[in-house]
């Protein structure tokens, strides 16, 4: 069992394309996964719950939260912390992933012992020296909230130390810095081994953003959203 933690909010359609694309391109037998649901209550004016409706068609093993406030670093440390599996798949509600990619391979990618994490690229791969193309990803040492594997006893360590009144990317890229052995590896997808990868996953945020009426906060730390 793999656990899936997702942080969302009140977006059912958008939380539907993201859901759609990765168990049709990744996470294709849904009995192997559990799915860790946090949903701020904010953004669409429609129950919480179709959004933890869309999470249920897709996975028959779902635990879900809904807070009585949004709060984003609070919803990673929840996802978090509810984990137990060996490795963690951390999946916002608002990507895509455009490509098959087959999970074996990438949990194979930690036999290296120093290896925390594998985020899927969501940029132009076109020049790889022989090293990452052997080793099937490029070296990178930024801790990151995008679609991302990580080790799970590693960032279960991490939620227990989080500030809740932050940024958690911010505090993943200068707080919990990696020691100098370790570091996160980015997967290029299909393609890899030869130039022009290609992007694995697409980000939808930013264009609902400016659909909707929410932005994040003014001097929230980018913790929580507000009408504009």
């Known amino acids: 069992m793999l656990d899936i933690t997702t942080t969302a909010t009140i977006r059912p359609e958008l939380f539907r394309k993201t859901l759609k694309s990765f168990t049709e391109n990744l996470f294709i037998n849904k009995k192997e996964y559990r799915l860790i649901l946090n949903v701020d209550p904010i953004g669409d004016d429609v129950d919480p719950m179709e959004?933890?409706?869309?999470?249920?068609?897709?996975?028959?093993?779902?635990?879900?939260?809904?807070?009585?406030?949004p709060n984003f670093a609070q919803a990673?440390?929840?996802?978090?912390?509810?984990?137990?599996?060996?490795?963690?798949?951390?999946?916002?509600?608002?990507?895509?992933?455009k490509r098959a990619i087959n999970v074996g391979e990438i949990i194979s990618l930690f036999c290296h012992e120093n290896l925390m994490g594998v985020r899927l690229t969501k940029n132009e791969i076109?020049?790889?020296?022989?090293?990452?193309?052997?080793?099937?990803?490029?070296?990178?040492r930024k801790l990151v909230l995008n679609p991302i594997f990580y080790r799970g006893d590693f960032i279960?360590?991490?939620?227990?130390?989080?500030?809740?009144?932050?940024?958690?990317?911010?505090?993943?890229?200068?707080?919990?810095?990696?020691?100098?052995?370790?570091?996160?590896?980015?997967?290029?997808?299909?393609?890899?081994?030869?130039?022009?990868?290609?992007?694995v996953v697409s980000h939808l945020g930013r264009k609902w953003q400016k659909q909707s009426n929410y932005k994040k906060r003014k001097g929230?730390?980018?913790?929580?959203?507000?009408?504009?």
């Open 51 to 69: 959004v933890v409706k869309v999470g249920q068609q897709f996975f028959d093993n779902v635990i879900y939260n809904i807070p009585e406030e």
């Open 76 to 97: 990673c440390k929840w996802c978090w912390g509810e984990t137990s599996s060996e490795f963690i798949f951390h999946l916002e509600d608002d990507w895509v992933l």
């Open 126 to 140: 076109n020049t790889l020296t022989q090293e990452e193309k052997k080793n099937k990803f490029i070296k990178n």
């Open 156 to 199: 279960r360590d991490i939620s227990m130390k989080m500030d809740v009144e932050n940024n958690p990317e911010k505090q993943l890229r200068r707080k919990y810095k990696l020691p100098k052995d370790k570091f996160i590896g980015i997967y290029c997808g299909l393609g890899l081994g030869h130039y022009g990868s290609g992007r």
């Open 220 to 228: 929230s730390n980018f913790v929580t959203w507000e009408k504009r």
